[in-house]
């Protein structure tokens, strides 16, 4: 008679992975559950509780840690806690293959060749096992290849890209990171570095650089030639848990435990970009195949969507906004110390109404405010321009070269437009009372032409939800006075 979804995740979320021919379909897996995602839509779209049944027939649950696609975009390959390795249709829900105790203790991480011939599982038994896929009366079935003895327990795995070097790289819980051949195993390298286990790498498609991220809170940039380090990345307060690379570039993203996202600059050395947005740690990340879009899975039981818009990133910006943001936690942290000592334990009232009530009132910077300076000026010649035409409506007016022969509303919208979508929202915490409301009313003219209807509609709603107490009777007057004489729709 009904139905009952459950679009997310009832716990934190391992591992994410996006499929690998047309970057539309991605599966999310925590304790129990597996969900398939359409990237496009951004919906859910089927939710699959991980079981299986033993040979006496009975169904038990399965906690996963690491998942990937098959290259046929079809099976979803599983490794769980408990050792064993599921291969899942998502058309069906229907587990096809099962490798049970495939490793004596937890698959902690596996990888598919970029063939789809076989993969790879590393384990907390000290092995790690390859495999090859088989067909099964049209589904995929996994054969036992060959065993690899290690000295500790396996955290990371991964197949180089190219089919020059055959590469099979391995992290250990001794911290070392072995580099193999991959047709016979024979050593290739071994880089040391780390103070603590490399959770995370991965390698450049060239197999030019392997980059890798540690419970040490550094990332190190291995040359796959010598193996020697390349560089030490500082920018991350907690472990790194993931690593992927950008397809075609040196550039790589990585996430930790410390609630960010980062990107990187595998050539030059740089943090270009840092992502907040996580409330808990982040565990894993997905990339397009053409580099448009990101997806990090964590904790907090979120799939976040980072997409790459047109917009300029400059280096040095971005390092002084998140100087700025560190600076600023730590005032903050000074801020509390000091309220703690003068207030006591028990004033619970004061201590609120002290701390601050919205977060993005407080991170202002010099690009937000010389922003809102420009939209003040503009708001000021926009409201000079309609003045001077009501005053003289029977006569023609040339062009206003300072509003770039623009009209009043156009002008605003074009000062909207130039400004970067990151610093927007801050940019309008800077006006004035009067002029925010001077902002609405050229901003529901644009609407009502239909001009650049997303972002103004994207203002409108930041500016009412920010001032809906000051501005809401002035708004509604504005919308009666414009409603008397034309139709609002």
Known sequence: MSTLDQY?????????????????????????MLKVWSVPSRSCVRSLPLHYSNENGTSSAVYALCC????????????????????????????VCIEEEAHDGAIWALDVKADGSGMV??????????????DNEGDPALAHVRTLEMKDDIVSVRYSFSYKKRLVMISTLDCTIQILFEDNLKFFLNLYGHKLPALGLDCSDDDAILASGGADKTIKIWGLDFGDVHKTLHGHTDSITDIKFVKKTHNFF???RDKTVRY??????????????????????AISKTGAFVLSAGMDRQIRVWERTKDMVFVEEEKERELERLMDQADGTKGEEKLSMNVGDDDEG???????????????????????????EAIELADSEMKEKAMRRKKQIAPNMLLLNMEPPQYIFWVLRT?????????????????????MYYLIILLRKGIGVEICSKVA??????????????LYQYFLLLSSSHKIT
């Not at 975009?73 to 408990?82: A, C, D, I, K, L």
């Open 419 to 439: 400004i970067k979508s990151a610093e927007l929202e801050q940019s309008l915490l800077v006006l004035p009372l009067n002029h925010m409301e001077r902002l």
């Open 350 to 376: 004061a201590d609120a109404e002290i701390q601050p009530q919205s977060e993005a009132a407080v991170r202002r910077s010099v690009l937000s405010i010389a922003s809102g300076d420009r939209i003040m």
């Open 8 to 32: 997310g995740h009832p716990t934190g979320i391992r591992s994410i992975s996006l499929s690998p021919t047309d970057d539309k379909l991605a599966t999310s897996i925590s304790k129990g």
């Open 264 to 285: 990187w600059d595998g050539d030059r050395f740089d943090s270009i970009l840092v992502l907040h947005g996580h409330f808990a740690e982040v565990n894993s990340l």
């Open 121 to 134: 599982t590393g384990s907390a038994d000290h092995t790690a096992k390859f495999w090859e896929f088989e």
């Open 461 to 474: 709603v930041f500016l009412i939800k920010t001032h809906q107490n000051q501005v809401g009777i002035n």
């Open 68 to 95: 990937a696609f098959l290259p046929s975009n079809s099976h979803v390959v599983v490794g769980t806690r408990e050792g064993h390795i599921l291969i899942i249709d998502i058309a069906s829900g229907d587990v």
């Open 254 to 256: 990585s996430c930790g």
